[in-house]
């Protein structure tokens, strides 16, 4: 099993800008993918950005250029460094560990990002 620990998020004002950290510990297999998602109530949880453990990164169209996915040397840690943040990225925030040789998906206990003047 795969553990999950997340860290960071709060209220920032429009512009301002927030680091997620997300820590996985457990049956780390070599073939995974980590990342985040985000929910607001009544809307479906969406993709926000992705890393594979061989270093592809993929974002959501309303984050590109805002949001940065990065992660640790030992490849067990990945932040999210939101920049420019705006009133629309309200949401909480989802890290999730996708094991793909498995398919199964553990999920963070997910952290609030509130932006708001």
């Known amino acids: 099993q795969v553990q999950l620990v997340e860290s960071g998020g709060g209220l920032v004002q429009p512009g301002g800008s927030l680091r997620l950290s997300c820590a996985a510990s457990g049956s780390i297999r070599s073939i995974y993918t980590m990342g985040w998602f985000r929910q607001t109530p009544g809307k479906q949880r969406e993709l926000v950005a992705r890393i594979t453990n061989g270093g592809s990164i993929d974002y959501a169209d309303s984050v590109k250029g805002r949001f940065t996915i990065s992660r640790d040397n030992a490849k067990t840690t990945v932040y999210l460094q939101m920049n420019s943040l705006e009133p629309e990225d309200t949401a909480v925030y989802y890290c999730?560990?996708?094991?793909?040789?498995?398919?199964?998906?553990?999920w963070g206990q997910g952290t609030q990002v509130t932006v708001s003047s």
């Open positions: 999730y560990f996708r094991d793909i040789i498995s398919s199964s998906t553990t």
